[in-house]
């Protein structure tokens, strides 16, 4: 059992940087809100650490024990030394926590709570999925069932890769080529509200006909992280609502929910990736909307529109990876546009469309700014994506920040 470090929110993002500073110094903490008292009973912190807003008068919020205190005033991060010196000379914590026990733990608690019982889980092919994924297939092996709806909305390669990323694990993993399904559904609709109901309503159509074939399965897994947690304010302040928080619906029939990463930062999640071998293209995955490249496409959704998309936003991932920038930028894609315009192709007049490059720099994604690509890297992917993909004749570069813009054109 690890020494705690229990974070007090009262408000803003502090309480989550510092969260992150603590862990990344090997301690475990985790945080709740200044007005959540009963949810601090029996946690027994070695330390205690007051962030964000005013807490001045904080003394009344403080759980009932003789740990020390640091009050962080506000501050997003505290200097690294500082808390180096409040978590092992004042709290005297000896500095445990990492992802390869972290993993040992949990692989150990799910044999036990599962007891030879049944796993579902979606498999997204994002990141938090999949680390889902190996790591229950380390745990239970063959009696995790993994359901990959492939929606024919995705990124070049991205449903060979998540394939190819679980072949060798021992576990049962079903893809649904659901792709004509889905743009069937989706003809004719331009409108980003209605394909995003669309796209999300026939996903769980797919994914509730595929599991009814295995018949019975006792446990739901989940890819819910501590972001998650935090946000939608169990045991914190609310600042967002997550599907995927709150435990499980009434309407289902499943013992008990498996969220093994529940108490995780994103970072810490890539990492225990790393640690349980999961290759790069999955670990180091841009975020991706749950709707697909259906929103990147803005007008209607055709096979040849998502197949132009895809070698366009490819084309300009690649050049972005090529020198580095993959790491620093909070996301990086092309968008297919429903301009058209007058350009000259093979020396011939053309009208074709217009294909939209976005990139940009986030702490949080609830504020974003534009990312200053170099000149040089954004002429390598034009000339790319003129010369290799067809029918688009212009590319233009979106250096809007959010607000007022999103991060996603729809």
């Not at 009262?10 to 959540?36: D, K, M, P």
């Not at 808390?83 to 990492?98: A, G, S």
């Not at 446990?219 to 995927?244: M, P, R």
Request: proline share 4%; net charge negative; glycine share 10%.
């Amino acid at each position: 059992m690890h020494q705690l470090v229990l974070i007090i929110d009262f408000g803003g993002h502090q309480a989550q940087n510092i969260a992150r500073q603590v862990r990344g110094l090997g301690c475990y903490c985790e945080v709740l809100s200044y007005t959540a008292q009963d949810s601090r009973a029996g946690k027994n912190p070695s330390g205690v650490i007051l962030a964000g807003g005013e807490n001045d008068c904080a003394a009344q919020y403080l759980p009932d024990c003789d740990a020390p205190v640091l009050n962080a005033v506000g501050n997003d991060c505290v200097p690294e030394e500082s808390l180096r010196v409040f978590i092992e000379d004042e709290c005297k914590i000896t500095p445990d926590w990492n992802m390869q026990s972290y993993a040992e733990a949990q692989i150990a608690s799910i044999r036990e709570k599962t007891a030879g019982g049944l796993i579902l889980l979606g498999l997204s092919g994002g990141v938090d999925s999949s680390v889902v994924a190996a790591l229950l297939s380390k745990a239970v092996g063959s009696r995790l069932h993994c359901i990959f709806v492939d929606h024919g909305l995705m990124r070049k390669n991205e449903g060979d890769e998540v394939v190819a990323a679980f072949k060798d694990r021992d576990i049962s993993l079903i893809r649904v080529d659901a792709g004509e399904r889905f743009l069937a559904r989706l003809k004719g609709v331009t409108d980003p509200e209605a394909k995003r109901k669309i796209i999300g309503e026939e996903f769980i159509r797919v994914f509730e006909e595929e599991s009814k074939k295995l018949g019975r399965v006792d446990y739901l897994a989940q890819g819910t992280i501590y972001s998650d947690v935090i946000e939608s304010g169990i045991g914190g302040k609310f600042v967002k609502s997550h599907h995927n928080v709150g435990g499980l619906p009434e309407h289902v029939d499943f013992k008990e929910l498996i969220e093994p990463l529940r108490m995780l930062f994103k970072d810490e999640v890539r990492e225990l990736g790393r640690t349980l071998g999961l290759p790069d293209y999955i670990v180091n995955r841009q975020p991706f909307p749950g709707p697909g490249l259906g929103i990147r496409v803005i007008g209607e959704v055709t096979k040849e529109r998502l197949d132009t998309l895809r070698d366009a936003d490819y084309i300009f991932r690649d050049e972005i990876t090529k020198v580095g920038l993959d790491r620093s930028l909070g996301q990086y894609f092309a968008v297919l546009t429903d301009m058209r315009s007058v350009g000259v192709t093979g020396g011939v007049r053309s009208y074709d469309r217009t294909v939209a490059l976005r990139a940009i720099i986030t702490k949080d994604v609830m504020t974003a700014e534009w990312a200053k690509i170099p000149y040089e890297v954004l002429a390598k992917a034009s000339s790319r994506i003129l010369g290799e993909v067809g029918g688009v004749n212009r590319v233009v570069y979106d250096i809007t920040d959010k607000p007022p813009g999103t991060i996603e054109w729809e």
